[in-house]
């Protein structure tokens, strides 16, 4: 139940940066730098790689060996010819560790597999400025719901973790068109996710509470 | 009289008579004290203090004369049916569930168009009734959360309950016959850390610094003295060509490695008393053998560093006893050769020991872990014990408490601000009985403690014959600790602080809420200290 009002929830803010994109636009024709073909609304679709720096760097570490990690996902754009966006996406992060015990610092691997899975779901709504006809710069930021699932050989149900989030996430980067209907994006990402991380298990013994980091990311956009 | 308080009258008359021959010495002798049941005897001054011979290394196996009905404190074995089936009835702690699956049980009236048509509405697909069950398993979509989907078809009145089909999975239960009798190892949840860890590897060396161990097929010359026991005179046996064997439960191809034995001075460390023995046994008895008892880290490798004398020792007339030199000798000896973890089940009250102080800190420095026993001194007056003092003040040796079958604190067991973990050493108290104590093999006491008998049967002692004993003590709660150690120690954590405080920080909290005197930080959980940590939990 809980999740199914989130979701709701995460509709309501989706809904309301469309209906915020639509009233702004009429306003704001004028005073984009949209070529004269641009549409009034295009609807774009994209996958993305990304690539992400943990916050929790010495969790990490300590569990997979590394604070970094690859992310897949994809997504869609709402492009307003004002330079509005919206766009929704989902990205997932999956990982085979091991589990750890810590004491002053050290973390000492225990050679039980741990997978973690976080799957972010991210509303952004931002702004577009085409630098040329080619090339667009834009930023943005939005809320998102974040799921984290952990497992581990030998764990309870109890033991094992299940969990869903509200995030925040702020972004930029820029888009180059290869050709009407298809563009590359790079792409940088902070996001913030609390109430995860902190309160048991290795981050808790490191003291990091954040399941968000950095990350960049590729985007191959289809769509005007 | 108990046979074990017996043994604290005369440690305490063996440790004064020390105390007089060698009150020049600086520091006060160490009288090595087991802490646990059988000791022995007061012995005169007439001993001949005369070095062993070894005359023939000797290729007969012990003998098994199985569970052993024997004097107090140890069990009248009548019952025991050692081919009675072992049989898991605990529940599933749950776990993962096969992916693709759903139970379903609707109320009884619901018919199978109904269920069918509901588990339709979910993309589930119901299947034909398992024999016997008065539910449904349906075929679901595999990447549909099977808890999710159960937690929403929960809400129909329709239906009784939903679940996803976990898997279970087996809890090690050794199949060795008298592992019914081993409370111990299920109250502290063995099994399911048998489970993450099935009895740690070779690998790991624990040195058992003791009265010896049952290790290996020797025969030793020895010559026995005369001497007194309880005002009565027990007459010279002369010389003695006597056997030893290996406990059978307990040795296996290279399982011992660079054994010394300090009170000898060579490199056979053999058992003369049972104490060591047994306590190696609850450490790394032989496991799923289907033979006797099971140990707890039963792949380790295991060193016998004999530092304590045993009443024979001291009719034969051993060259050294077991004072705080020769014990601190042991510690030192034990690390410069390979061990990773030291059980000592041995204590003194009195004066503080530098020397093993230093010992331990010395061993410790180099990766060893230590596990001291807490002493069973809580009901004479509860003195301050000295080693777990030293163990308290070292992170990486902890002192060890002692808990009864109901996991109370043994009446026995020591307490004070040293104790930091408790583990099961039993107790033949609060209607236990003989099976309150701690089983496991070791020298067959009927045959050994001869000098209990009355002076017309008394008669030369067999090492080389073996039986299952109860006994109870700090002593018998300080290999489990042990074991955990060796345990942790191969799973990945190296440094004997950080094994220390997993130890601590998984125990379960018995006693008082939080730390205390005789519990410390409670009683070890060693499956919880094996899963440890997750990222998030």
């Not at chain 1, 225990?110 to 931002?126: D, F, S, Y």
């Not at chain 1, 577009?128 to 581990?152: C, N």
């Not at chain 2, 398992?130 to 937690?151: R, T």
């Given at each position: 139940?809980?999740?199914?009002?989130?979701t709701?929830?995460?509709?309501m803010v989706?809904?309301?940066?469309?209906?915020?994109?639509?009233?702004?636009?009429?306003?704001a024709?004028a005073?984009?730098?949209a070529?004269?073909?641009?549409p009034?609304?295009s609807?774009?679709?994209?996958?993305?790689?990304?690539?992400?720096?943990?916050a929790?760097?010495?969790s990490f570490?300590?569990?997979?060996?590394?604070?970094?990690g690859?992310l897949l996902?994809?997504?869609?754009?709402?492009?307003?010819?004002?330079?509005?966006?919206?766009?929704?996406g989902a990205s997932r992060?999956k990982?085979t560790g091991q589990r750890?015990y810590v004491y002053?610092?050290t973390?000492?691997?225990?050679?039980i597999?741990?997978?973690a899975?976080?799957?972010?779901l991210?509303?952004?709504a931002g702004?577009?400025?085409?630098?040329?006809?080619r090339?667009?710069?834009?930023?943005?930021?939005?809320?998102?719901s974040?799921?984290?699932?952990e497992?581990s050989q030998f764990?309870t149900?109890?033991e094992?973790v299940?969990?869903?989030t509200?995030?925040?996430?702020?972004?930029a980067?820029g888009?180059?068109?290869?050709?009407?209907?298809f563009?590359?994006?790079g792409?940088?990402e902070?996001s913030?996710?609390?109430?995860?991380?902190?309160?048991?298990g290795?981050?808790q013994?490191y003291?990091?509470?954040n399941l968000g980091g950095t990350s960049l990311?590729i985007?191959f956009?289809?769509?005007? | 009289?108990k046979?074990w308080?017996?043994?604290?009258m005369?440690a305490?008359l063996?440790?004064?008579?020390?105390?007089v021959?060698q009150?020049?010495?600086q520091?006060a002798?160490f009288?090595g004290?087991?802490?646990?049941?059988?000791?022995?005897v007061?012995l005169?001054?007439q001993i001949v203090n005369?070095a062993r011979?070894?005359?023939q290394r000797?290729g007969?196996p012990g003998?098994?004369?199985g569970m052993?009905a024997?004097?107090m404190?140890r069990?009248?074995?009548?019952a025991v049916d050692?081919?009675?089936p072992?049989i898991?009835?605990r529940?599933s702690?749950?776990?993962?569930?096969v992916?693709?699956?759903?139970?379903?049980k609707?109320?009884s009236q619901?018919p199978?168009?109904?269920?069918t048509?509901v588990?339709a509405?979910h993309?589930?697909?119901?299947?034909t009734?398992?024999?016997n069950?008065d539910?449904d398993?349906?075929?679901?979509d595999?990447s549909?959360d099977?808890?999710?989907?159960a937690?929403?078809?929960q809400?129909?009145?329709?239906?009784?309950y939903?679940?996803?089909d976990?898997?279970m999975?087996?809890?090690m239960v050794?199949?060795?016959?008298?592992?019914s009798y081993q409370?111990n190892f299920?109250?502290?949840?063995m099994?399911?850390?048998?489970d993450i860890?099935?009895g740690?590897t070779?690998?790991?060396?624990v040195?058992v610094?003791d009265t010896?161990?049952?290790?290996e097929?020797?025969?030793f010359?020895?010559?026995?003295?005369?001497?007194q026991?309880?005002n009565t005179?027990?007459?010279?046996?002369?010389?003695?060509a006597?056997?030893f064997?290996?406990?059978p439960?307990?040795?296996?191809?290279?399982r011992?490695?660079s054994?010394?034995?300090f009170?000898?001075?060579d490199?056979d460390?053999?058992?003369?008393?049972?104490h060591?023995?047994?306590v190696s046994?609850?450490?790394g008895?032989?496991?799923?053998n289907?033979?006797?008892t099971?140990?707890?880290?039963?792949?380790v490798?295991?060193?016998?560093?004999?530092v304590?004398?045993?009443?024979?020792?001291d009719?034969?007339?051993s060259?050294?006893?077991?004072?705080d030199s020769?014990v601190a000798?042991?510690i030192?000896?034990?690390?410069?050769?390979?061990a990773?973890v030291i059980?000592?089940s041995l204590?003194?009250?009195g004066p503080p020991a530098p020397?093993?102080?230093?010992?331990?800190?010395?061993?410790?420095?180099k990766g060893?872990f230590?596990?001291v026993a807490?002493g069973n001194?809580?009901?004479?007056?509860?003195?301050?014990?000295?080693?777990p003092e030293?163990?308290?003040q070292?992170?990486g040796?902890?002192?060890?408490g002692?808990?009864?079958?109901?996991?109370?604190?043994?009446?026995?067991s020591?307490?004070?601000s040293?104790v930091?973990?408790?583990a099961p050493?039993g107790s033949?108290?609060n209607g236990f009985?003989?099976?309150g104590?701690?089983?496991q093999q070791?020298l067959?006491l009927?045959?050994?403690?001869?000098y209990?008998n009355?002076?017309?049967?008394f008669?030369?002692p067999r090492f080389?014959?073996?039986?299952?004993?109860?006994?109870?003590?700090?002593?018998?709660a300080?290999?489990h600790v042990s074991a955990?150690?060796?345990?942790?120690?191969?799973?990945?954590?190296?440094s004997?602080?950080?094994i220390?405080a997993?130890?601590?920080?998984?125990?379960?909290?018995?006693?008082?809420?939080?730390?205390d005197?005789?519990y410390?930080f409670g009683l070890?959980?060693?499956?919880a200290?094996?899963?440890?940590?997750?990222?998030a939990r």
């Amino acid at each position: 139940m809980q999740r199914w009002v989130r979701t709701q929830r995460l509709g309501m803010v989706l809904a309301g940066c469309l209906l915020a994109g639509l009233v702004i636009t009429p306003a704001a024709v004028a005073q984009t730098s949209a070529s004269p073909d641009t549409p009034l609304i295009s609807a774009r679709g994209f996958f993305d790689y990304g690539y992400e720096s943990f916050a929790a760097k010495q969790s990490f570490t300590a569990v997979f060996g590394q604070s970094t990690g690859s992310l897949l996902g994809g997504g869609a754009q709402v492009v307003f010819r004002n330079g509005i966006y919206v766009e929704i996406g989902a990205s997932r992060f999956k990982k085979t560790g091991q589990r750890a015990y810590v004491y002053n610092g050290t973390s000492y691997g225990l050679g039980i597999p741990l997978t973690a899975t976080l799957v972010p779901l991210e509303v952004t709504a931002g702004y577009r400025y085409r630098v040329s006809p080619r090339i667009v710069v834009y930023g943005g930021g939005g809320i998102g719901s974040t799921s984290y699932k952990e497992t581990s050989q030998f764990a309870t149900a109890s033991e094992n973790v299940d969990k869903r989030t509200t995030s925040y996430q702020v972004k930029a980067g820029g888009e180059y068109r290869i050709a009407e209907w298809f563009g590359v994006a790079g792409e940088f990402e902070y996001s913030r996710v609390p109430n995860i991380l902190g309160t048991s298990g290795v981050s808790q013994a490191y003291g990091e509470n954040n399941l968000g980091g950095t990350s960049l990311h590729i985007k191959f956009i289809v769509g005007r | 009289m108990k046979r074990w308080t017996f043994v604290w009258m005369v440690a305490a008359l063996v440790a004064a008579g020390a105390l007089v021959t060698q009150g020049a010495a600086q520091q006060a002798p160490f009288e090595g004290r087991l802490q646990s049941g059988p000791a022995g005897v007061s012995l005169a001054s007439q001993i001949v203090n005369r070095a062993r011979v070894a005359v023939q290394r000797v290729g007969l196996p012990g003998l098994d004369t199985g569970m052993h009905a024997s004097d107090m404190g140890r069990l009248r074995t009548s019952a025991v049916d050692p081919a009675a089936p072992i049989i898991d009835r605990r529940p599933s702690p749950g776990g993962a569930y096969v992916p693709g699956r759903l139970i379903v049980k609707f109320t009884s009236q619901v018919p199978l168009a109904t269920r069918t048509a509901v588990l339709a509405a979910h993309a589930a697909r119901i299947g034909t009734r398992p024999p016997n069950a008065d539910f449904d398993v349906a075929a679901i979509d595999p990447s549909v959360d099977p808890v999710a989907l159960a937690q929403t078809l929960q809400q129909r009145p329709d239906v009784a309950y939903a679940q996803a089909d976990y898997r279970m999975h087996p809890y090690m239960v050794p199949n060795d016959p008298l592992y019914s009798y081993q409370w111990n190892f299920e109250k502290i949840g063995m099994e399911q850390a048998w489970d993450i860890n099935p009895g740690a590897t070779s690998s790991i060396v624990v040195a058992v610094l003791d009265t010896g161990v049952a290790f290996e097929n020797v025969r030793f010359q020895f010559q026995a003295a005369s001497f007194q026991s309880n005002n009565t005179t027990y007459p010279a046996l002369g010389t003695l060509a006597l056997d030893f064997a290996p406990a059978p439960d307990l040795a296996s191809a290279n399982r011992f490695v660079s054994p010394w034995d300090f009170i000898w001075g060579d490199a056979d460390p053999v058992d003369l008393d049972g104490h060591g023995t047994h306590v190696s046994g609850t450490l790394g008895q032989l496991t799923n053998n289907n033979v006797g008892t099971a140990g707890m880290a039963y792949n380790v490798r295991i060193m016998p560093v004999k530092v304590l004398d045993g009443n024979w020792d001291d009719i034969f007339g051993s060259p050294n006893q077991g004072t705080d030199s020769v014990v601190a000798e042991g510690i030192r000896y034990a690390a410069d050769h390979g061990a990773n973890v030291i059980n000592m089940s041995l204590g003194r009250t009195g004066p503080p020991a530098p020397v093993i102080q230093d010992a331990m800190q010395y061993a410790v420095s180099k990766g060893v872990f230590i596990a001291v026993a807490a002493g069973n001194d809580y009901e004479n007056g509860n003195p301050d014990e000295v080693l777990p003092e030293i163990a308290a003040q070292i992170q990486g040796a902890v002192a060890v408490g002692a808990v009864d079958e109901n996991l109370n604190h043994a009446p026995y067991s020591s307490a004070g601000s040293y104790v930091e973990l408790a583990a099961p050493g039993g107790s033949f108290d609060n209607g236990f009985g003989a099976k309150g104590g701690i089983l496991q093999q070791t020298l067959d006491l009927s045959q050994v403690d001869t000098y209990d008998n009355p002076v017309a049967q008394f008669g030369p002692p067999r090492f080389d014959a073996f039986a299952y004993y109860f006994f109870t003590g700090t002593s018998m709660a300080t290999p489990h600790v042990s074991a955990l150690a060796a345990m942790l120690m191969q799973q990945g954590i190296k440094s004997p602080a950080a094994i220390e405080a997993a130890m601590e920080q998984f125990a379960t909290d018995e006693g008082t809420p939080g730390r205390d005197d005789e519990y410390g930080f409670g009683l070890i959980n060693p499956r919880a200290t094996l899963l440890g940590l997750g990222l998030a939990r």
